[in-house]
């Protein structure tokens, strides 16, 4: 061996030992599992000023969502899991297509939306549109809703 290092020894994938997930794994009981999406820009109509009400702007959105990632990665089939591409592709459509004044209603939509829609027990979502206040990167809520597991 060059210089006297030793590389640590790898299991090949043909002996690695594979272990289910535990049957008490459920975060509901025993910890959190979250899914999120992070920084899903999307155009759409927002705000209170008629300049506003004629042009699209980029709303972001930070989404953080508890669920059971026990079955899911025991199974690796996504029909068990909480599919983030089919929430953002839901996102990217409603949001694109509404018209609302405040981001507190478009937040409040988003999240009915998510714990309805989606059968996601609690969620966090932070709602910015960025460069909407001079001398900020953003602006914008963040709202818990649902129950959260313990």
Known sequence: MAG??????VAKPENRIKLPAPAHCNPVENGLDIVFIEDLRIETIIGIY???REIRQVVAIDLEMAADNTKPAATENIDDALNYKAVAKRLIKFVGESEFLLVETLAEKIAGIILTEFNVPWLRLKLSKPGAVTGSKAVGVIIERGSKPA
């Open 4 to 9: 006297g290092k030793r590389r640590p020894s």
């Open 50 to 52: 008629d300049w506003e």
